[in-house]
């Protein structure tokens, strides 16, 4: 089955902890992206990588980092310099330019919660 | 400003009614908007619309851009338990040719009552 997976589905972390979401896919797209999705904010773009080896920062990378050292795989690194991390997060991913002909599909997601 | 607002943020109905959600974007350099659904997890693709005045349809759902008002309704006719979902409407970013960059609006919840 081809498809997004995510892992794990729920993260707790302790304060000044590091935590790594990843991400997965199978659908042989070259570009994968991160979102954060806080209630009445819709989704906000973290990181995106349009090809391995490569990515970019989106509106809110700060306190996270991301790598893109194979196609399938793009794991995001929440740092303890995310003072408010709480939040689910959603991976995506698409095989060209997202809104030209192609869409984004997007992974079930993690959620995040702080201790 | 590169900007998508969605109205209203929720919406509380009964099943068998219809509703209009609504999309408005601020760029005038527009390439698409797209529309998902998000139950409980992944945002699922709904449409992508390129053409202004060009409706489309899946079942009861369907959708229509207005290039000249820059906004997009979304209308659910005959409305099941099963619609009630966060619904995301996006563009692609300003300058965006070669990132795919999406913007999306703060999402319209929508909760249909038996």
């Avoid at chain 1, 070259?30 to 989704?43: C, F, K, N």
């Amino acid at each position: 089955d081809g498809g997004i997976t995510q892992s794990p589905k729920y993260l707790f972390r302790k304060e000044g902890q590091n935590v790594t979401l990843s991400c997965e896919q199978n659908l042989n797209h070259d570009a994968m992206y991160w979102y954060r999705q806080d209630p009445g904010q819709g989704l906000r773009l973290i990181y995106y990588s349009q090809i391995v080896n490569d990515f970019q920062k989106g509106d809110i990378a700060e306190g996270y980092s991301v790598s893109r050292e194979k196609k399938e795989s793009f794991p995001l690194t929440v740092t303890s310099a995310q003072k408010n991390p709480t939040a689910f997060y959603l991976c995506a991913s698409s095989s060209g330019l997202a809104g030209f002909k192609e869409t984004q599909y997007f992974g079930p997601g993690t959620r995040l919660l702080v201790l | 400003e590169d900007k998508v607002v969605q109205s209203p943020l929720s919406l509380v109905v009964h099943e068998g009614d219809t509703v209009t959600l609504n999309c408005s974007y601020e760029v005038t350099n527009f390439r698409s908007l797209l529309w998902y659904k998000q139950e409980k997890k992944a945002p699922t693709f709904l449409f992508m619309l390129t053409s202004s005045g060009i409706e489309k349809k899946s079942g009861r759902l369907s959708s229509i851009l207005d290039k000249k008002e820059l906004s997009s309704i979304l209308n659910i006719t005959a409305t099941q338990t099963g619609d009630s979902a966060i619904y995301l409407c996006a563009r692609p970013a300003h300058g965006s040719s070669n990132t795919g960059k999406l913007i999306f609006g703060q999402g319209t919840t929508l909760q249909v009552k038996p």
